[in-house]
């Protein structure tokens, strides 16, 4: 990553890309280069351990999969905690990664073909639940979606209430004339110990009571995931359609890309910075170059007209050629940034001029190419 300060978290990563290859038979990330190498270790996740090997046991899953996490304040702190993470297989899941539910679902139960046949006390796919996960399924009376939790809960809570009004008036009825209803106040005390524990499941799960109490909706009440900082510019620079298309993954890849770059230009001391002054923008201008191309790929795999598909195809393969050295560029002023920022030295601050030169004179081909493409169109 360019860090001039190292420490043993480094040793944690490279062990983590022993142990991925030990548990998969290949190593986490493969590239025709060492640059290409280094851009994925820096940038890309490897694909997961249970994808390529499901039978691997969880815990040694989740042991590799933090010693292999890009940042270091998120591996594992000692050489000492990844060793026991190891040894000790059956310890639960570490908090540093919140354990995914897996879904339940019900099937009614078939009926027994003959009176002495083998009654199935539970169906096999209930047999894996602990005896927590089936007592909050009976607290909840068998619902599983969170969302029917919510409306049940928003239901329960006015039945509570009601029950507490009625429990108070039946005791004070009670204590002055009717004796036996004293006792009122038994059913709302157990509702409310229930609705309790139904809360804390709630908050469990991630929901804020107060919001399922408040909000006008139920719906309303579900978190909401903000999009990444990614999604944010993507979706200032294309629309979702072009997006989906085949320029579309080196759009994605040049906003990474471009957020890096941003992220260690600000990390530089302000004499670094100034021996850069044309990065930036010679980074945005290859960004947009990226856009536009990937937005006329676009609509020239909407042109249906016969007459011009034998230009257009040609154009085509311009187009895409043009994509791939603007994305190519963009990675080599990551690269050469990386160096930069690491070692400081003149020989690292020449490469960075010389790929923001040849990003600039890029960015000039790419926009000659688009004029040449609509003039084609306009025949």
Known sequence: MGERDIDGRSDVYSLGVIGYQMLTGRVPFAAANPMALLLKHV??????IGELRPEVPKSLRDAIDRALLKEPEERWPTAASLRDALVDGGAPASSWRAEQRETVRYTSPRPVAKPDARVVMEPPHLASLTSEQREDIRLWHG?????DRIKAMRRYTVLTLGAIGLGIAGFVAGVSEVPPLVLSPIVPMYMSWKWWRRGVSLRQSGVKLRRVLFMPRSKWVLPTSKPSVVERELEKLVTPDVLGGQ??????QAVEDRLAIKEMVDSLSKVDR?????????????????????QMLHRLDEEKDPRIAQHLESQRATLRRQ????????QNIRLDLIRFRSSGLESALADVSSATQQGRALSREIATALEAVEEVKGL
């Open 323 to 330: 994509l791939e050295s603007a994305s190519t560029a963009l």
């Open 247 to 252: 320029g579309g993954p080196a759009i994605r």
């Open 43 to 48: 940038g890309e996740r490897p694909r997961p």
């Open 274 to 294: 100034a021996l850069l002054p044309d990065l930036t923008s010679t980074v945005n201008a290859l960004v947009e170059r990226v856009v536009h191309v990937a």
């Open 143 to 147: 619902r599983i979606h969170l969302l």
